[in-house]
């Protein structure tokens, strides 16, 4: 395996980990707090634990901490940081209205849409041997979040499903995100660079809830030890993927590995809250785990 594939594996895992960890972590805040709140101070801990990684990162390992100088990067980091927040306002507010087992695979095929424009469009190289094994991760990860319990195959009504628009747009934002942040962080500090959108990540869901007029100060005590845990679990996820990026050409890999982050979650919820886990969903982690051990291996 060359370094650069074991590098987008990597990355791609940390973000399957990353964004998994968190969303086990939400689960435990969104009901109590509201998404909007959970959203801001999850991010608080996030921005504070990635300026720590990147102070470790400088003076004890002795690697350099890169500062934009030019305009044009600060633009972009705003602006990347801002969309992010945008695509979560969206996911908030399909779930909010529609079904989330119809709505939660739709937004879950951004990855496959981002592999597919890039080894398509943007000319990203792959070797035919990582075609099955792409395949079955994607496929799995459809599997995860389909629920066999609320979900009636015979009656599914899609284009015209409760939150279905809101959903739709979080997936095309969410998918020019990732090919975008990709062709920017490419070449770059990607310490420096996933501390920084985030920040503005941050900075962009403080105004989101301001303009909302939501209450940021009614948060319980029991909350801020899952709002941390979220923070952590995203900057993990962030540091990774702008590792991948910056590093790798390994678009689709990355993009495909870390969008399987339900498989993290649904464990996790199964071990500490004692959720079900249905058939269809641990027939999609095994697929999942088959494609990772196939990708390895090719």
Same mark, same amino acid.
Request: proline share 3%; glycine share 8%.
């Given at each position: 395996m060359s370094n650069e594939l074991l590098i987008a594996i990597i990355a791609g895992l940390g973000g399957m980990f990353g964004w998994g960890f968190a969303d086990f972590a939400a689960?435990?805040?969104?009901?109590?707090?509201?998404?909007?709140?959970?959203?801001?101070?999850?991010?608080?801990?996030?921005?504070?634990?990635?300026?720590?990684?990147?102070?470790?990162?400088?003076?004890?390992?002795?690697?350099?901490?890169?500062?934009?100088?030019?305009?044009?990067?600060?633009?972009?980091?705003?602006?990347?940081?801002?969309?992010?927040?945008?695509?979560?306002?969206?996911?908030?507010?399909?779930?909010?209205?529609?079904?989330?087992?119809?709505?939660?695979?739709?937004?879950?095929?951004?990855?496959?849409?981002?592999?597919?424009?890039?080894?398509?469009?943007?000319?990203?190289?792959?070797?035919?041997?990582?075609?099955?094994?792409?395949?079955?991760?994607?496929?799995?990860?459809?599997?995860?979040?389909l629920d066999q319990n609320h979900l009636k195959l015979k009656k599914i009504k899609i284009i015209g499903?409760?939150?279905?628009?809101?959903?739709?747009?979080?997936?095309?934002?969410?998918?020019?995100?990732?090919?975008?942040?990709?062709?920017? *962080? *490419?070449?770059?500090?990607?310490?420096?660079?996933?501390?920084?959108?985030?920040?503005?990540?941050?900075?962009?869901?403080?105004?989101?809830?301001k303009i909302q007029k939501t209450d940021l100060s009614n948060v319980k005590s029991g909350a801020w030890i899952f709002l941390f845990l979220i923070g952590l679990g995203e900057a993990i996820a962030y540091l990774a993927l702008s590792l991948g990026y910056a590093t790798t050409s390994f678009v689709s890999i990355i993009a495909l590995l870390s969008g399987t982050f339900s498989v993290p979650t649904i464990i996790l919820a199964y071990i500490f809250l004692k959720e079900r886990v249905t058939r269809v969903q641990t027939i999609g982690i095994i697929i999942i785990i088959l494609g990772i051990m196939l990708l390895s291996f090719s």
């Open positions: 689960k435990k805040t969104v009901d109590k707090i509201g998404p909007i709140s959970s959203l801001v101070w999850a991010h608080v801990f996030g921005t504070f634990i990635l300026l720590i990684i990147a102070l470790v990162n400088h003076f004890s390992f002795k690697n350099t901490f890169t500062i934009p100088n030019d305009p044009s990067e600060w633009v972009g980091l705003a602006f990347f940081g801002t969309l992010q927040t945008i695509v979560y306002l969206f996911v908030y507010k399909a779930f909010e209205k529609g079904k989330v087992a119809i709505l939660s695979p739709i937004f879950a095929s951004f990855s496959g849409w981002t592999a597919l424009i890039s080894v398509i469009f943007l000319g990203e190289v792959l070797s035919l041997s990582f075609v099955p094994a792409l395949f079955l991760i994607f496929g799995g990860m459809l599997l995860t979040n499903a409760l939150g279905f628009k809101e959903i739709a747009i979080a997936t095309i934002l969410a998918t020019g995100w990732t090919l975008g942040w990709a062709k920017f *962080s *490419s070449g770059h500090d990607w310490v420096s660079y996933a501390l920084f959108m985030y920040a503005f990540m941050t900075l962009s869901a403080f105004l989101l809830a």
